[in-house]
C-alpha cells in the first residue's frame, strides 16, 4: 500500500471539493505551525522529506490537518535530539 506522500499519491479518497470561502486557517496557531515548520527546516534542523515521513509516521485521522503537522513537527525535534 503506498503512503500517503508517494509521487503517486493514494486512491479511494474521491475528488478534492474546493471551498470558496474557505479561510487559509481556520485559527491563529494553525498559521503559527505553518510559520514554525518553514522556520525549522529553513534553520537545517529537518528537512523537508523527514518532515512528511513524520507526517505519516505520527498521523492520526482524528487530528486536523495542522494538529498532525504540530505531532510531526514535535516528534522530529525529539527524534533530533533539540528538546
Same mark, same amino acid.
Given at each position: 500500500?503506498?503512503?500517503?506522500?508517494?509521487?503517486?499519491?493514494?486512491?479511494?479518497? *474521491?475528488?478534492? /471539493?474546493?471551498? &470558496? @470561502? +474557505?479561510?487559509?486557517?481556520?485559527?491563529?496557531?494553525?498559521?503559527?505551525?505553518?510559520?514554525?515548520?518553514?522556520?525549522?527546516? *529553513?534553520?537545517? /534542523?529537518?528537512? &523537508? @522529506? +523527514?518532515?512528511?515521513?513524520?507526517?505519516?509516521?505520527?498521523?492520526?485521522?482524528?487530528?486536523?490537518?495542522?494538529?498532525?503537522?504540530?505531532?510531526?513537527?514535535?516528534? &522530529?525535534?525529539?527524534?533530533?535530539?533539540?528538546?
Amino acid at each position: 500500500m503506498p503512503r500517503i506522500n508517494d509521487v503517486g499519491g493514494q486512491d479511494g479518497f *474521491g475528488p478534492v /471539493l474546493e471551498e &470558496l @470561502d +474557505e479561510p487559509p486557517f481556520h485559527a491563529d496557531w494553525e498559521a503559527h505551525v505553518l510559520a514554525m515548520n518553514r522556520a525549522l527546516i *529553513g534553520r537545517g /534542523l529537518y528537512n &523537508l @522529506d +523527514e518532515f512528511r515521513d513524520a507526517v505519516e509516521r505520527t498521523m492520526s485521522h482524528q487530528s486536523s490537518y495542522y494538529e498532525n503537522w504540530f505531532r510531526a513537527i514535535q516528534t &522530529l525535534l525529539k527524534e533530533k535530539g533539540h528538546v
